[in-house]
T-cell receptor, first 113, second 114 residues
Framework: DQQVKQNSPSLSVQEGRISILNCDYTNSMFDYFLWYKKYPAEGPTFLISISSIKDKNEDGRFTVFLNKSAKHLSLHIVPSQPGDSAVYFCAARDPYNTDKLIFGTGTRLQVFP | NAGVTQTPKFQVLKTGQSMTLQCAQDMNHEYMSWYRQDPGMGLRLIHYSVGAGITDQGEVPNGYNVSRSTTEDFPLRLLSAAPSQTSVYFC?????????????FGPGTRLTVT
């Protein structure tokens, strides 16, 4: 059973507009979340993280929002650029073993001119 | 700084063959891990290590073996390859002792088992 879900396999956004990638989780014990970005034929790269004691974290054009009551987090990219076209993975730290990450299935973002 | 390196980039195996996927990092990271990526499944943890001499199982450890004799190297062994092990394999490392820290991933090994 998928504990971290990314229900949108793909998203297409115009350059300059906002991209919103969503992630839902089932276990309220999850306390730390991360986003990774992956280009084709490359390994994932870390993007941004958020602890459950916060509801927002910003890093330049990237902002992650956490809604604990809804068990939902989202990644906002503003403004979107063609170089942001990649697969984005949401991940949560396993609350029972903090050495493990549980990844979602990923959302492919395409930013067109 | 080469970061995390993986060899080979591509490999084709026949069912029943064994092989070792190599992973090395030059960042003196204590934590290393192996993931597999399959379509529609995201990244799934196979094995991980929090330091030399210490390894543990992840979510999908069956059919794989690991060892960690040095801080730098974390090889993944396929004992008897099966078509279900066709996947892209990623090795990662991080400076922290847990998965919450930023992990640096290698470029991946694409494995096909026929």
């Amino acid at each position: 059973d998928q504990q971290v879900k990314q229900n949108s396999p793909s998203l297409s956004v115009q350059e300059g507009r906002i991209s919103i990638l969503n992630c839902d989780y089932t276990n309220s014990m999850f306390d730390y979340f991360l986003w990774y970005k992956k280009y084709p034929a490359e390994g994932p790269t870390f993007l941004i993280s958020i602890s459950s004691i916060k509801d927002k974290n910003e890093d330049g054009r990237f902002t992650v929002f956490l809604n604990k009551s809804a068990k939902h987090l989202s990644l906002h990219i503003v403004p979107s650029q063609p170089g942001d076209s990649a697969v984005y993975f949401c991940a949560a730290r396993d609350p029972y073993n903090t050495d493990k990450l549980i990844f979602g299935t990923g959302t492919r973002l395409q930013v067109f001119p | 700084n080469a970061g995390v390196t993986q060899t080979p980039k591509f490999q084709v195996l026949k069912t029943g063959q064994s092989m070792t996927l190599q992973c090395a990092q030059d960042m003196n990271h204590e934590y290393m891990s192996w993931y597999r990526q399959d379509p529609g499944m995201g990244l799934r943890l196979i094995h991980y290590s929090v330091g030399a001499g210490i390894t543990d199982q992840g979510e999908v450890p069956n059919g794989y073996n690991v060892s960690r004799s040095t801080t730098e190297d974390f090889p993944l062994r396929l004992l008897s390859a099966a078509p279900s092990q066709t996947s892209v394999y990623f090795c990662a490392s991080s400076y922290g002792q847990g998965a919450a820290y930023e992990q640096y991933f290698g470029p991946g090994t694409r494995l096909t088992v026929t």
